[in-house]
């Protein structure tokens, strides 16, 4: 019997936070010290940037709290919740207008280092993804835990195409591109196996059909 979508994405849930884990571990322990050299002054940058967001978070607090003042003396006076409403508003530009002038010389520097985390996570999971996929045959601790398994021709590359390149590697590719459309592309792709699974026969995916290939149910602790 074919297993179904929740046992399936449990399994992948797993493996991707097993993966994930690895890779923040190696981000903390090296990855990150090698990421910021490669920016220069960075710790003298980020710690001007912070300085200025801290000063933007507490002039942002001191306009909504002054707000609440207003709103309070006001009293159900629509007039003077209108002017209160107006001043605060106001105040609120200034503030963003001046945030965006002061982080504006720090911009460039931390925009390419935020970027290089994000393809450091994108590009580290999709290595150990595909090394922990191929190892194991298909076997991952996820799918034991969930007690699934890949059928079907099982071998290294039909699990690589499966695992890695048909599972992740395009929504990850969109994602190192724009984490917004990557994420709208996961939600699509869960979307797409949610219906296929639940409403086809044989409960198969896109990627299950392309490879000829099912996940059925396994007792692997008998």
């Given amino acids: 019997m074919n297993a179904g979508f929740f046992k399936r994405a ?13 890779v923040a571990a190696t981000f903390y322990i090296a990855g990150r010290s090698i990421l910021r050299n490669q920016i220069s002054n960075f710790d003298i940058i980020f710690t001007a940037y912070n300085e200025v967001i801290d000063a933007y978070n507490s002039d942002y607090d001191a306009a909504t709290e002054e707000f ?7 009293d159900g006076d629509t007039d003077l919740e209108a002017l209160a409403s107006q001043v605060y508003q106001a105040r609120v530009q200034i503030i963003n207008d001046q945030n965006l002038i002061d982080i504006e010389p720090y911009n460039r520097s931390l925009t390419r280092y935020f970027m290089n985390n994000i393809y ?11 090394i922990y996929t191929v ?13 699934i398994a890949l059928d079907g021709p099982v071998n290294p590359v039909s699990v690589f195409f499966h695992d890695v390149i048909l599972k992740y590697f395009f929504v990850i590719l969109v994602f190192m591109v724009s984490v917004y459309i990557g994420l709208l592309l ?7 196996d949610i219906v296929l699974i639940s409403f086809t026969k044989n409960k198969t995916t896109l990627r299950d059909v392309l490879l000829r290939m099912t996940v059925s149910n396994k007792n692997y602790w008998k």
């Avoid at 849930?13 to 994930?20: A, E, F, K, S």
């Avoid at 996961?186 to 797409?192: D, E, G, M, R, T």
């Fill in 10 to 22: 449990f399994s992948s849930l797993i493996d991707i936070t097993i993966v994930l884990a690895v």
């Fill in 186 to 192: 996961l939600a699509l792709s869960i979307i797409i």
């Fill in 135 to 147: 190892a194991f045959n298909g076997k991952t601790l996820g799918r034991r835990v969930m007690n």
């Fill in 68 to 74: 609440n003042v207003q709103m309070d003396i006001a």
């Fill in 120 to 130: 450091y996570f994108s590009i580290g999971f999709l290595i150990l993804i595909a």
